[in-house]
Each structure stands twice: as C-alpha cells, then as structure tokens.
C-alpha cells in the first residue's frame, strides 16, 4: 500500500483558517530586518501566511494581526505590493 503525502497546512492571520501551504502566500521578516513577500516560501527569517484575498488581507491589516506575527510595523510599500498580488490572478 503507497503511503500517502501529509500536506502541511498553515494558518492565515486574516481569517485564521487553517489552509494548505501551497493555497497561501508567505510574507517573510527576514534576519535583516526588512519584510518582503516569499515568493518561494523558503526564505530565511520569521513568516506569516495570508490567503490569496482582499478581505483577509484588509483583516490582517486592519486587525494587525500581519505586524504581530512579523513582530514589525509594515511599510506602506509592503501593503500595496500583498494587495497587488491578490489582483493578479
């Protein structure tokens, strides 16, 4: 009998739900102390998961859910970048 592949899941600090890694997008700290989007989701440095939608993005942002799990203040830029790859599909 094949073994079956355990997915990792990971929590959106949006809506925390709990979701595949793979459904979400990582925003990373990293050990420089600058905050980017993980594109790879392998970076190096502290990281949060948001969903891949406006209205969590806005509760991340609104609650600041986003800069308690970073432990840092999120630059403006870093905003409409997140909310830039949500538009694009």
């Known amino acids: 009998m094949p073994k079956v592949k355990k997915v990792p899941r990971r929590v959106c600090v949006g809506c925390r739900e ?3 890694k ?3 997008i990582r925003v990373v700290r990293t050990p420089e102390e600058s905050i980017e989007i993980d594109h790879t989701g392998k970076r190096s440095g502290r990281g949060a998961y948001i969903c891949a939608s406006m209205e969590c993005l806005e509760e991340a942002i609104k609650g600041k859910r986003l800069e308690r799990a970073l432990k840092q203040t999120i630059a403006p830029e870093i905003r409409r970048e997140l ?3 949500l538009e694009r599909p």
């Open 22 to 24: 793979r459904e979400l």
């Open 18 to 20: 709990m979701k595949p």
């Open 83 to 85: 909310a830039e790859r």
